[in-house]
Structure formats: structure tokens, C-alpha cells
Nanobody, 126 residues
Framework: QVQLVESGGGLVQAGGSLRLSCAAS????????MGWFRQAPGKEREFVAA????????DYADSVKGRFTISRDNAKNTVYLQMNSLKPEDTAVYYC???????????????????WGQGTQVTVSS
């Protein structure tokens, strides 16, 4: 059974930083593409960042490029999202997700991911 558990969300002022964690069980993160998505109130879930199975390819939404970094600790079976220079428009619930096919590439679409965490709230005040 695959479980993804996010943590690290919270309230931060604009310009601040947060690091989100996604601890996986029932799945080895080094074998599967992993992604981060977010959903703000009244909006659709949107792609934020993803890392492929090898860690060689990392993709980012244009809105977070240069500010967010996705990474992975294979020993801890955990994926991270380092968020710097946060803006009020980054406020959302952030979700970790895993694709179902091992050794595949990332996807920008939420429909490309089979497993999801429960989400962690990030609120950026102005």
C-alpha cells in the first residue's frame, strides 16, 4: 500500500521560505517520478514541480522557476520542495504525488499521477 505524507506547511511572510517534505511508504521514491501540485481556493489543482526516477530531470512551473527546488533523499525515501522568496499567490494546499509506472518520466498533468498525499497548507501573508 502506497502512502505519501506531506509536512512542513505553515504561515510565512512574503519573501520568506518553507521546506515541504513528502515521506513515502510502500514505494521507493528513487524508482518513480514524484511531483508537487498545489490548489488554491476556487482554483484547479496545478503543477508545481516534478523529479524523474533518476533525479536527472527536474521540471518546474514557470511561476516558481528560480524560487522553488525539488529534491530527493533516497535514504529517507522522502521528496522535498524548498520554497524561497514566497509570494502571497503561492498560498495553497500543496500535494505530493507519485506516478504509477516505475522508471518513467515526469508529467505536468495531475491525471498522470496515481497516488496522492493528504496535502499541507501553505499561507503567505503580504
Amino acid at each position: 500500500q502506497v502512502q505519501l505524507v506531506e509536512s512542513g506547511g505553515g504561515l510565512v511572510q512574503a519573501g520568506g521560505s518553507l521546506r515541504l517534505s513528502c515521506a513515502a511508504s510502500g514505494r521507493t521514491v528513487s524508482s518513480y517520478p514524484m511531483g508537487w501540485f498545489r490548489q488554491a481556493p476556487g482554483k484547479e489543482r496545478e503543477f508545481v514541480a516534478a523529479i524523474n526516477w533518476s533525479g536527472m530531470n527536474r521540471d518546474y512551473a514557470d511561476s516558481v522557476k528560480g524560487r522553488f527546488t525539488i529534491s530527493r533523499d533516497n535514504a529517507k525515501n522522502t521528496v522535498y520542495l524548498q520554497m524561497n522568496s514566497l509570494k502571497p499567490e503561492d498560498t495553497a494546499v500543496y500535494y505530493c504525488a507519485s506516478r504509477n509506472r516505475a522508471y518513467s518520466e515526469t508529467s505536468y498533468s495531475s491525471s498522470g499521477y496515481a497516488y496522492w498525499g493528504q496535502g499541507t497548507q501553505v499561507t503567505v501573508s503580504s
